[in-house]
């Protein structure tokens, strides 16, 4: 049914374009100076067509879910509305939403089946009311534009007043998905700490999430401090920088000062390789390669290596942070000034000691905006540890321990069939807006970092 | 030391011995023949001003004598230049070990981003010239000195080298250049990017500095040539037209293109 | 400014002190350049590490044991009325009694798990695509089950003892008879491209993932390309300098910046939370995608329209065309090359994001391949993470199998925007 609404906005647009274009053309042949050219008449009349019927749309469909389902369960034996909570409501309408769609598990109770059909028979109506209603609106869009045809009507001005909407609309998108990333999680973060006060999970050092969902069921009590996950996502980024930024330093160094263009030529593209693996692969990389090495390596030292450490997590994600660093270093010293360089080595400077001694300590500000760029990557990269760290929490800062991080956790938490209400899937939320804080907070830093050493150069 | 064949019109005023020698210097910029046989011999303790309009290739004969020349990619010299007899571009000859020798001040003041100590002092430091940090304090003073700019700075030689006004700057840059106790010091037009307060102050340093070091500078400022300099060359598309007095070159030039320039008729 | 004193001591040049500080200076510059060259070399092996491991261990996923036997389609198992509810176990345990006249009834379910659990569906899809096929024999082709899959390629060692390894020596001594036999081959693994997802190695392949990264990427284009170039183009061509546009422009570089798996809560909480969009549906993990990809659009869209120079932009405005004229008639059109690379580029980014899709529920073990963008799906790069998990040894191979043809598909896509680059991009 919904690609037939569409399809009707769009013959209604074609159908619009066509006749305006045609109305415009026997004005001109007949002599009239247009103030507008004829493709902007048929355009004001395509976006008059299209444009309302299309925001109807939209608005019809967010708000047709929630209205229906309330229907529906307004609806329900009042026995069985009374005393439930939001969450119990909610898992009934998937219920019989499920139903309604012909999944049923066993024989369900009368009711939930009358409700399921009066679920699929109220969809069925808004469905036809949404088509009738389309049709009646791109109809008067069409219609209202023909009649606007005619020698002094400025087409143009109103065809391009409606891009410029659209274009500022395109524009406020970002703003809207920032919105929506703040207000969403700090809604579900909200309703996190009504449930685990904030100073518990921001200063507690035990991380338990795994609470009973039923009375009989055995379980910890759940502890919801987040100190130890925290300090595991440190330990791996730790590690990986100390990966990552020796190599990345060196290779920068020696790509811009020492290599013969036919070398920087094939060895940049294969660093941005490394930077196009996605991180699946290397999570994988990490599973298959990188933890069985470490643990042979162990072994042969006599210690006891299991099989996902940080150090295995860390140090493959530093591998996929070495071009970050490199090509930010590669960048900050070709952003120092020619006459820096000439400078020393007409003081007599080895080209080692030109770079060690001037061009490295003049580029430190952008590679450190660099190097926290890596940072902020690093806290904020999942795939590689999930497949490769742990899952128990500890209060560690041993790279040959296991643990885990906020990202693993937030994946762990939601993977997995629990209800929305949970506390462990708030519980994710809330570490989820912890991390988009820290992260936010490193790339503005890092931004402003490189802003600055950009001006002392330009 | 004459060397024989010389190109070139020298009049000896007695002043020094012959510091460089150039013979048939050819430069290339991959196909670009930039500097054509030049040939001259430059005296020490003496302000040498090379002129002649843009691009005529005295900033590229000046990058030959500290083989600066060698950084540019696809930079080709031949020919012959001596220091003190001995040629430069010579195999054994270590470019790090001559630009010790033979330091350099550029158009635009560059000071390093570091203290005005540390930029003083980087040149002795990567040379070893001190053996300790008294010493090193000894030099750095001695050539904030005689970079005339000792008063200015010495309360606050922990200060950034960029802090200070291009005049200043440039005495710095001065200062740094002769850390190394060069015996020849180049200068690319070193007032051009200066007001002309500073400029007159340069000048003025410029003519002490003869005193001790064979000065070459090129300008493309014909009255400062003649203020500051004793021996002019004059370039034009590659060649060398002309060397002699300063005096000489300015009043009665012997090569008409020489002429053409002094009185503004080229550049 | 009279500071100057008499002439300073001279340094030395011909001291052999000197050349002993020299060569020294040189060799630390040779130490460094041997860091500078270790360290690209330490980059180099590690990709070719992890290329190479890839593809050692994935080659083999790429090919399948089979077996080629005769079935009997005996009229007792299968009814010609009802083809589709015939006895087929049955049709393949009397098949295999035919090969193995010796086995006994005990040790029959042993010997029927050498075929692959698929082999009873394919007999009788073959079976019902042909009942005159009833009352005599099919010759088919079918896979073996994975352990006899790994034996066959070597993964089974048979010198450990019999308790420890997957398979007993005498299924070991029963697959050697088929092989003698000349019964087995090892086609190209064709079920891994047109088979969905299955609970048995043998059967698994990535259809289902494939068709849900395509329409994943599909809505994420249709949404992120006109979006991504409308904001672009008002922001580099339009926009007043105010602080509105300022802010707008520091949230696009922000956004750009927030990690992949808050892109999935936010599609949690809104996408499937607030608007109540299904669960597992590519079109909501490409509207996801769509969001991350946005920021890389807006970026790229906005260098190549400033790359183009404002001399075309004045010459068309000189001619009397409205600004937004010049914009779209003239500047976008030169414009496209950079900023098609730019979209393939992010294009190509958002195929491997796994993350946001793992939240939204794309893990899910689906059997089918979807047929639109909203039934469930899964999508490559979850795909992987699934079999990644799976305890299964062809799963590894697969694994792997399933990351070639990821890296494939990528390589592909860069190739493509780096040959447009060079084929199209004008330098101004």
Redesign the interface.
Known sequence: MLWLTFLIIVAAAALAYVLNLRAARRLWAEGARLHSITTFHALYALFLAALPAFVFVVLWL?LS??VI?ALVLSGLPDEVRAGATAAQENLLLSEIRSLARGQAFGEPEPWKAAAAARLTALEATEGWARLALVSLIAAAGLIYARTRVSASFRA?QRV?RI??G??????????F??I??VA??F??SMRFFARVPFFEFLFGTNWEPQIPIREDQVAGAGAFGWLPVLLGTMVITVVALVVAL??????A???NE?ASPRLRAV?KP??E??A??????????A???VAPALRQAGQALGVDVSPNTALAAGGTMG?ML?PFI?SFTDDALSAV?R??R????????????T????LF??AIPGIVGGVL?AV?RA?????IV??AAGLIARMTINPLDSVTTV?VQ??TL??GDTA?DNPKTLA??AL?MM??LV??GV??VA?RVVRKYRE?YD | MQPENSQVNQQETGAGEIKISARDVQVHYGDNHALVDVSVDISDKMVTAFIGPSGCGKSTFLRCLNRMNDTIDGCRVEGDIRLDGEDIYAPEVDPVHLRARVGMVFQKPNPFPKSIYDNVAYGPRIHGLAKNRSELDEIVEKSLRRGAIWDEVKDRLDAPGTSLSGGQQQRLCIARAIATSPEVLLMDEPCSALDPIATAQIEELIDELRRQFCVIMVTHSMQQAARVSQRTAFFHLGQLVEYGETGQIFTNPSDPRTESYITGRIG | MKDSPASAPRVNWKDPQLAATLRARHARERRLKILGLLSLGAAFAMLFILLASLAASGYKAFVQTHVTMDFVISARNVNPENPEKGKYRKVIAESLQAVFPEVGRKEMRQLRKILSNGAQYMVRDAVVADPSLIGGVLRLTVPVSDPYDQLNKGEIDRTTPESNRRLSDREIAWFDRLKEAGMISTPFNKALFLNADSRFPELAGLKGALWGSFYALLVCFLLSFPLGIGAAIWLEEFAPKNRFTDIIEVNINNLAAVPSVVFGLLALAVFLGWFNLPRSAAFVGGMTLALMTLPTIIIATRAALKAVPPSIREAALGLGASRQQVVFGHVLPLAMPGILTGTIIGLAQALGETAPLLLIGMNAFITSAPESAFEPATALPTQIFIWADSPERGFAARTSAAILVLLGFLITMNLAAVILRRKFERKW
Do not use: H, Q, W
Not at chain 1, 342 to 353: F, K, P, Y
Not at chain 1, 379 to 383: C, R
């Open positions: 967010a879910g929630p389902g143009r391009e891009i410029n659209l274009m500022v609309f395109c524009s406020l998108v970002a703003i998905t920032t929506g990333i969403s999680l809604v579900e020796p190599i990345g330093l060196f290779s160094i020696y790509l020492f060895a294969v660093l390789i490394l196009g693996v996605p991180t699946v692969v290397y999570g994988f990389f599973v298959l390669v591998i070495i490199s000034p006459s820096l000439d400078g020393s080595l007409a003081l007599g400077a080895t080209r080692g000691e770079v060690a001694k001037v300590p003049a760029l902020s806290i904020g990269e999942t795939m999930v497949m990202t937030i994946v939601l993977i929305f994710a939320f989820g991390l988009f992260t936010l790339n503005i931004l002392l």
